[in-house]
């Protein structure tokens, strides 16, 4: 089976992922432990103070900013979030120079296939690929994606937990749809086959984008509204709408989304969204690192497909929310 998951803010944490870790969810051996194939790295780079699911300031005073001082990120990333962006990708080029047969990033659908192979072959090396969490690192260029697409980042979140240049945040100040700017980013990322993420973006902004696009894109770290009613998991009728544009609904594994973060409390989650959009179109987005608070790590990913049997799963289903519905998008929008 390949196991590929949606979401971790690993890289943002002061932690050499190449050994195992006692603190946090994700590094490379319990990646390995847990027969991971593929791992999205998703870069934080503003977070608002007093962060919260439902209204956060766009000018609140910034936790990233201490944090980086705090972890004596280089100066030019105290008061950049392009050059924070640029920073956490560099970490995970440093651990792939470092163990190469352990990580590789993923940076074309050729890398992805070769990969699959080594591990069909053998190999327990894990597929490393970058993603920012929030359009923020452009800091209103459109040509800054070119910088960040050349170090690797290859998904793209419209926002995190304010609205920002590109549109409204699902944890703003109102569900404003995308700005103009957004469009622009919504359509060149369509345009550079780059994978679209709207996890923390308004009801509008995913309505938008649906408008405008004929792309699969992806929830990377959610829940299902009918099963967990929390603000932070969208409308069921929106998540149906997601589903049949191609896209994924991406599983969290905490339980501000789940209601329930012990492995069978995930599977039911898994389970109502199956139900809700088919078995096609749900994944994992497990929000690992991300300072939430889970019932198990990535490790211990045999717990969850334990229980996704015991709550009647067929293999065939399990295979594909494990990894094969992220390896569908991934194959569709990757070069």
């Given at each position: 089976?390949?196991?590929?998951d949606?979401?971790?803010?690993?890289?943002?944490?002061?932690?050499?992922?190449?050994?195992?870790?006692?603190?946090?969810?994700?590094?490379?051996?319990?990646?390995?432990?847990?027969?991971?194939?593929?791992?999205?790295?998703?870069?934080?780079?503003?977070?608002?103070?007093?962060?919260?699911?439902?209204?956060?300031?766009?000018d609140?005073s910034?936790?990233?900013?201490?944090?980086?001082?705090?972890?004596l990120?280089?100066?030019?990333?105290?008061?950049?979030?392009?050059?924070?962006?640029?920073?956490?990708?560099?970490?995970?080029?440093?651990?792939?120079?470092?163990?190469?047969?352990?990580?590789?990033?993923?940076?074309?659908?050729?890398?992805?296939?070769?990969?699959?192979?080594?591990?069909?072959?053998?190999?327990?090396?894990?597929?490393?690929l970058?993603?920012?969490?929030g359009?923020?690192?452009?800091?209103?260029?459109?040509?800054?994606?070119?910088?960040?697409?050349?170090?690797?980042?290859?998904?793209?979140?419209?926002?995190?937990?304010?609205?920002?240049?590109?549109?409204?945040?699902?944890?703003?100040?109102?569900?404003?749809?995308?700005?103009?700017?957004?469009?622009?980013?919504?359509?060149?990322?369509?345009?550079?086959?780059?994978?679209?993420?709207?996890?923390?973006?308004?009801?509008?902004?995913?309505?938008?984008?649906?408008?405008?696009?004929?792309i699969?894109?992806?929830?990377?770290?959610?829940?299902?509204?009918?099963?967990?009613?929390?603000?932070?998991?969208?409308?069921?009728?929106?998540m149906?709408?997601?589903?049949?544009?191609?896209?994924?609904?991406?599983?969290?594994?905490?339980?501000?989304v789940?209601?329930?973060?012990?492995?069978?409390?995930?599977?039911?989650?898994?389970?109502?969204?199956?139900d809700?959009?088919?078995?096609?179109?749900?994944?994992?987005?497990?929000?690992f690192?991300?300072?939430?608070?889970?019932?198990?790590?990535?490790?211990?990913?045999?717990a969850?497909?334990?229980?996704?049997?015991?709550?009647?799963?067929?293999?065939?289903?399990?295979?594909?929310?494990?990894?094969?519905?992220?390896?569908?998008?991934l194959?569709?929008?990757?070069?």
């Amino acid at each position: 089976m390949v196991i590929g998951d949606w979401h971790a803010d690993s890289l943002l944490w002061k932690r050499n992922l190449l050994k195992r870790g006692t603190r946090g969810q994700v590094d490379i051996p319990r990646l390995q432990e847990g027969n991971v194939a593929v791992q999205m790295f998703t870069a934080v780079t503003k977070s608002p103070a007093r962060q919260n699911y439902g209204a956060n300031s766009a000018d609140a005073s910034d936790n990233i900013t201490l944090l980086a001082m705090g972890q004596l990120w280089p100066l030019r990333t105290w008061d950049s979030l392009f050059e924070r962006a640029l920073y956490q990708a560099e970490k995970l080029h440093r651990f792939q120079a470092k163990a190469p047969d352990d990580l590789k990033i993923i940076r074309s659908k050729a890398d992805l296939q070769e990969l699959l192979d080594r591990r069909a072959n053998g190999e327990n090396i894990v597929g490393g690929l970058l993603g920012i969490e929030g359009g923020h690192p452009l800091e209103g260029r459109l040509e800054n994606l070119d910088a960040l697409v050349d170090a690797g980042y290859r998904m793209v979140a419209l926002q995190h937990f304010f609205d920002n240049a590109l549109g409204g945040s699902l944890h703003g100040e109102g569900n404003h749809g995308l700005t103009d700017f957004g469009r622009q980013v919504v359509r060149e990322v369509s345009a550079r086959k780059l994978v679209l993420d709207v996890a923390h973006s308004s009801p509008q902004v995913a309505r938008d984008v649906l408008e405008i696009t004929d792309i699969p894109f992806v929830v990377s770290h959610t829940g299902i509204y009918s099963h967990c009613k929390a603000k932070r998991n969208y409308p069921d009728d929106l998540m149906r709408a997601i589903a049949r544009s191609g896209g994924v609904i991406a599983i969290g594994f905490w339980a501000d989304v789940t209601c329930d973060d012990s492995p069978a409390g995930v599977a039911a989650t898994i389970k109502a969204a199956i139900d809700l959009v088919g078995e096609d179109h749900v994944s994992l987005g497990s929000d690992f690192d991300g300072s939430v608070t889970t019932g198990f790590d990535t490790s211990e990913l045999p717990a969850l497909t334990h229980e996704l049997l015991a709550a009647g799963l067929s293999e065939v289903q399990i295979r594909k929310v494990m990894g094969e519905n992220m390896l569908r998008v991934l194959r569709d929008r990757l070069e």
